[in-house]
């Protein structure tokens, strides 16, 4: 994805929401990853780095339980 | 396995079985008198609904990124331990591993102390999720999140070093 010089992960976000409208409510709880390290939203991006955005799934209630204990 | 005089540490995701014995042969020496392992194994049940099947999907790189990073600092705070840890990715059936985690130490004490700080962090740090199916239906399930916040955040003001603790 090409973004414009200066663009922060939040930025990046943002584009992605805009056409999945879906994420918007995940804005506040998403994570941010740049080339494998969690990022603050307000990180600014490099040329030809790798921004992952991990929102929490859905799923209700069960959703982020994953290590609170019960899993294993 | 050595590497220019230094051990390479056994980490990875993959979507075959876990085998427990590639992990305890890992980290298996003549000076380790106490040995050991976590299995992360998929159960039947999820908060009173019956779990069928699992499915693990993994951020590959990041994961394993993760993984090494958790193992480095296991053998920092516990410098005489050794670490090796795999995690499957994939549809999983019922008692089937996830996870594997051994470590050794000269003594017991450090192993079982070593291995639980191991699985507690790689579960709030290391981004794999889970989807259940239930019978009727299923559900993506996420890890815990608070300790990759606080990464996110970082001790710098900008970007993260690896962890603090």
Same mark, same amino acid.
């Given at each position: 994805?090409?973004v414009?010089?200066?663009s ?5 976000f943002d ?5 999945y409208?879906e994420m918007?409510?995940?804005?506040a ?5 740049? !080339? ?5 939203p ?10 992952a ?11 982020w339980?994953?290590a !609170?204990?019960?899993?294993? | 396995m ?9 980490i990875?995701v993959?979507?075959?079985p876990l085998?427990l014995?590639e992990? /305890?042969r890992? /980290?298996?020496?003549?000076a380790a008198?106490g040995?050991?392992t ?9 908060e009173g609904?019956?779990v069928?099947a ?5 951020? @590959?790189?990041m ?7 958790i193992?480095?600092d296991v053998e920092?705070r ?9 995690h499957?990715?994939g549809?999983l ?14 003594h ?13 962090t790689?579960k709030?740090?290391v981004?794999?999720?889970?989807k259940?199916?239930?019978?009727? @239906?299923?559900?993506w399930l ?11 955040r970082g ?10 603790t």
């Amino acid at each position: 994805m090409d973004v414009p010089d200066k663009s922060t992960a939040l930025d990046v976000f943002d584009r992605v929401a805009a056409r999945y409208p879906e994420m918007q409510p995940m804005r506040a709880s998403t994570l941010m990853a740049v !080339d494998a390290e969690y990022v603050r939203p307000e990180t600014p991006l490099r040329e030809g780095e790798e921004l992952a955005l991990m929102p929490p799934v859905s799923g209700g209630s069960a959703a982020w339980s994953y290590a !609170d204990g019960e899993s294993c | 396995m050595v590497l220019r005089g230094r051990r390479v540490m056994l980490i990875r995701v993959q979507e075959e079985p876990l085998a427990l014995d590639e992990v /305890v042969r890992a /980290v298996e020496h003549a000076a380790a008198g106490g040995l050991v392992t976590f299995s992360g194994v998929v159960r039947d049940h999820h908060e009173g609904k019956r779990v069928t099947a699992i499915a693990y999907e993994a951020y @590959g790189a990041m994961a394993e990124a993760k993984m090494r990073q958790i193992g480095e600092d296991v053998e920092r705070r516990w410098p005489e331990c050794r670490v090796a840890m795999l995690h499957r990715t994939g549809k999983l059936e019922i008692g089937e591993a996830s996870v594997l985690i051994a470590v050794s130490a000269p003594h017991r004490a450090e192993a079982f102390d070593a291995c639980e700080y191991a699985i507690d962090t790689l579960k709030q740090l290391v981004p794999i999720w889970k989807k259940e199916a239930y019978e009727n @239906g299923e559900v993506w399930l996420e890890y815990e999140h608070r300790l990759a916040q606080e990464q996110a955040r970082g001790p710098g003001p900008a970007r993260t070093a690896s962890p603090t603790t």
